[in-house]
């Protein structure tokens, strides 16, 4: 081996898309403005942003605006209303009459939310939004700090004590359904199904105003409207238009609901339901038990009448379900869909938000190899079934956001499946080293490629490695065995982010693929003439190199190299390997587009260390059997 | 008989008399005296319907941009300026609010822009009175603006005076759900400021009734639409908050791996 002579190959798989990079320049270097120019009161404040179009008059420093004073960002509480701004810039704050607090919104004190209760109404707001508006409507307003969520708040507000006011007057007992506290009046006592005389304001806690024990001038059940939580259930309303219980049935052969009417006292829907299993007027939104959704709605001569209903029952639950695609969908049920040529699966996470592809798994749905080859120009986009209707919702271009199923809890032991457009966190995966890196779905959405599979394999037994330098992000050596000799493989995107023409060149250059392949001189060791042979891989045919690699046409002879390292880089096969991998790194290499196009010689190039360089003969044959297959 | 008529003839002319008296006694109230009645109904000016549609109007269009009668700071989306509420212009970064208090600022630009369309019904109304053949005195009106969860009040302080009945403030309310878009308007500019990001599906299960859009563009920036079927009316804005660029960008991976 003493005249054993190496000659180290680069060979890089290139993806090019064609318009070159944007590279910042500091010769336009970024102040934080602390307002740009224009007229009018909504100019932008605190805005990076050359010097040209800032404010001349204010404040501007070359510098990010986390460093200025002026722009320091904090909350903006307005004390007259008692809403708050996140994330305002000190001086926006303050010209919009704020104070300001330098503290992020979920830390300051007068942010803090808590449960609102106005009547029968009940939001999350704030300690001083919540008397703002029991200002403004004239209620006493309740307000509870312990209580921050929203579905609590408006339970709370259906368990407030509940009644019948009524008011003596010259023309009889007038009477409102209202709340202890707002009705004001004395207490009143019904003995023998008969209220007792009082005083002129009195309140019966738990009496619908029309109970026959009132005698008050409501007459029941009058008519039916949508009321409840959001309007989504059908009520009785008496004469005087006051609630009362929830519809459960009325026919024409019947004059009262007498299971609603409960006797003249107030019941909710549970209670009504041990009389009833079928409460007609408790429509159910979201859907369950077989239910894909109903809401309460006018009665229309579209929606067809129940002739053996009261006509008095002008409302009724809407089913509010769709059919996609001759599928029924529950309401607000949402899913993702692709374009027709994106075989990529949609992402999906389990009920424990994780997410059910692993690069263990064997199904081609979810394994880890399924991922990340969206064709060029691919999109997601969500749909979601609401009120009858559906509503189409785009992710962000260039699969800078994609589409995730998942699933929600919409009753006790109930899931319904959803969608949601998310950031696609592609940006770190090509630096991670190892499996559990990779897969870490809290910070970023990357898939492992194990050496299990082919083409990461031959990459790894070729010591092929990924190797772009881009402003100090250094990413080499990624399938090396040394480095990680457990756990042989790639870390690519979970989903390949889409180009916008302005930076391909850049991320593309990231996903080359080079690996050294060794010669060894051949058995005429002491030839004078160096040469490539036929079957060799960097040289031409009739290109001939002296013993530094130059090339002299007058150098004959028929003595070759012998590959005596990584031959495997010199066939189709890895480069169909290298070209997997680029293509997953975005719109690179070698592949096709939504419209089924296949990108092919302009897709990527092979280039070796020394010149002329080389090809693998039939390389593009075989790329193309590949993505055929992807089709 | 003689008696009788006399008696008659009598009575007659003392009811003649009292009738005189008691005319007068009205007339020389109403002319010499002149009595009060203040009233704060502006029906009696026909001026209700003129300022409910100038509101209604007004509303409808301003929601459009914002909110904002000149949007400045803006996103041209479909030929239309969009202010931007959330903005930043780097990468991965959350944006600062441009518009803290979305129903503040409404209810100040919408108090602004109706101002002349109210004085214009206040004096049309006038007018009219005046061609009718009443006699008018008209005040200087100041309008204030109160926005209720349901309705937006428009008090008018013009004292004025008609005939012989004086106004001092005219009340006028317009019913309008902007006060419910508004509050969904905070809820997004929160999220997005917060986390760049909006679950448009699951606000519109939580507040019924209108129809949350987001539309999404190349640069990042996000146009978010909010329409009340019930009312129509339609409310947009822009933000730009922890944008990604398409594909590679150097500075921002750099800023992207750090936050990691």
């Known amino acids: 081996m003493a005249n054993a002579f190496k000659i180290y190959s680069l060979i890089l798989l290139l993806g090019i898309l064609l318009i070159p990079a944007i590279i910042a320049s500091d010769s ?7 307002k740009l120019k224009g007229t009018g009161d909504n100019v932008g404040s605190c805005i990076s942003a050359p010097i040209s179009q800032c404010n001349d008059s204010l404040r501007k420093v070359q510098s990010s605006c986390e460093n200025t004073n002026y722009c320091q960002v904090g909350t903006c509480f307005d004390s007259s209303s008692g809403l708050c701004g996140a994330n305002t810039a000190k001086s926006t704050c303050l010209a919009s009459g704020g104070e300001f607090i330098a503290q992020k919104i979920e830390q300051a004190p007068q942010c803090q939310l808590g449960c609102c209760v106005l009547l029968e109404n009940a939001k999350i707001t704030t300690l001083t939004q919540c008397k703002s508006l029991g200002t403004f409507s004239g209620i006493n307003a309740q307000y509870d700090p312990s209580i921050t969520s929203s579905s609590e708040c408006i339970a709370k507000s259906q368990t407030k004590d509940m009644g019948a006011c009524v008011t003596q007057t010259d023309t009889g007992r007038q009477c409102i359904l209202t709340s202890r506290g707002e009705c004001g009046g004395s207490e009143g006592s019904i003995v023998s199904g008969l209220y007792q005389e009082g005083d002129i304001k009195t309140f019966y806690s738990g009496y619908l105003c029309s109970a026959g024990a009132l005698a008050t001038t409501c007459a029941k059940q009058a008519k039916t409207e949508c009321a409840g939580q959001d309007d989504e259930d059908v009520y009785w309303f008496d004469s005087c238009g006051n609630k009362e219980n929830i519809y459960t049935g009325l026919d024409n052969s019947e004059t009262i609901d007498k299971i609603s009417d409960n006797n003249g006292l107030i019941a909710n829907i549970d209670d009504l339901k041990k009389k009833t299993s079928d409460v007609k007027g408790n429509c159910d939104y979201l859907g369950s038990d077989g239910s894909f959704g109903t809401v309460c709605a006018q009665k229309t001569k579209e929606d067809g009448t129940d002739d053996e209903e009261s006509t008095k029952v002008t409302n009724f639950c809407r089913n509010t379900s769709c059919t996609y695609d001759g599928e029924p969908k529950r309401n607000t049920e949402s899913w993702c869909e692709t374009d027709p040529n994106n075989k990529n699966p949609i992402l999906k996470i389990n009920s424990e938000n994780k997410f059910v592809n692993d690069s263990s798994s064997k199904d081609p749905n979810t394994s880890a190899e399924s991922f990340g080859l969206e064709p060029v120009g691919a999109e997601y986009i969500r749909k979601q079934c609401l009120d009858g209707e559906i509503i189409t919702d785009s992710c962000m271009s260039y699969r800078k956001e994609v589409c995730i199923e ?26 991670q080293t190892n499996k559990d890196d990779c897969n870490d779905y809290v910070n970023r959405d990357c898939v492992w490629l194990s050496s299990e599979s082919d083409e990461i394999e031959i990459l790894a037994d070729t010591n092929s490695r990924l190797l772009i330098t881009e402003e100090g992000i250094e990413i080499s050596k990624q399938t090396e065995k040394e480095r990680d000799g457990k756990q042989k493989g790639v870390c690519v995107p979970r989903s390949s982010p889409g180009f916008d023409g302005t930076s391909s060149d850049e991320l593309c250059h990231m996903a080359s693929v080079s690996c050294e392949v060794t010669y060894e001189r051949g058995f005429y060791a002491g030839a004078k003439n160096w040469y490539c042979d036929k079957v060799g891989f960097f040289c031409g045919d009739e290109a001939h190199y002296n013993k530094d690699g130059e090339v002299d046409e007058t150098l004959t002879g028929d003595e070759g190299f012998k590959i005596i390292k990584n031959k495997e880089c010199t066939e189709q096969k890895w480069a169909v390997a290298a070209n997997k991998i680029c293509v997953r790194q975005g719109d690179c290499g070698s592949y096709n587009n939504i419209e089924g196009e296949h990108y092919k010689e302009n897709g990527y190039s092979i280039k070796a ?6 090809e693998i003969v039939g390389l593009q044959k075989e790329l193309n059997k590949w993505i055929d297959e992807k089709e | 008989m003689k008696e009788r008529g006399i008696n008659k003839k009598g009575q007659l002319t003392l009811f003649i008399i009292l009738g005189i008296i008691i005319f007068a006694g009205i007339f020389a109230f109403i002319f010499w005296v002149q009595p009060t009645f203040i009233s704060n109904s502006a029906s009696k000016l026909n001026f209700d319907g003129c300022v409910e549609k100038v509101m209604t109007d007004s509303i409808t269009e301003l929601a459009l941009t914002g909110g904002y009668i000149n949007p400045g700071f803006s996103y041209i989306y479909r030929g239309q300026e969009i ?8 990468y991965y970064k959350p944006g600062l609010n441009q518009n803290p208090f979305p129903i503040k600022k409404f209810e100040e630009e919408l108090s602004t822009y109706t101002e002349l369309g109210i004085e214009g019904c206040y004096s049309n109304s006038i007018s009219k009175l005046r061609s009718l053949g009443f006699d008018v005195v008209e005040g200087n009106p100041k309008i204030e603006m109160i926005m209720f969860p349901e309705s937006v009040r428009v008090m008018v302080n013009a004292p004025t005076t008609i005939s012989t009945e004086q106004y001092q403030e005219f009340v006028i309310d317009t019913p309008t759900n ?3 878009i508004l509050e969904i308007v905070n809820k997004i500019v929160y999220e997005e400021a917060l986390y760049g990001t909006t679950d448009t599906f699951e606000l519109m299960t939580t507040n019924r009734g209108y129809l949350i859009q987001n539309f999404k563009q190349n640069d990042g920036t996000k146009i978010f639409t909010i329409e009340d079927k019930n009312y129509g009316t339609k409310y947009q804005f822009a933000t730009r908050s922890y944008v990604r660029p398409a594909g590679f960008d150097s500075d921002a991976l750099l800023v992207a791996l750090d936050s990691e």
């Open chain 2, 83 to 90: 202010p931007y509420f959330i903005y930043t212009s780097e």
């Open chain 2, 178 to 180: 902007i006060n419910g």
């Open chain 1, 406 to 431: 998942g699933t929600k809890l919409v009753s006790d032991d109930e899931y319904q499946p959803i969608a949601g457009c998310v950031a696609n966190r592609w940006e770190s995966c090509l630096i």
């Open chain 1, 609 to 614: 260390s020394i010149e002329p360089g080389f």
């Open chain 1, 28 to 34: 336009n270097p970024t102040y934080c403005c602390e």
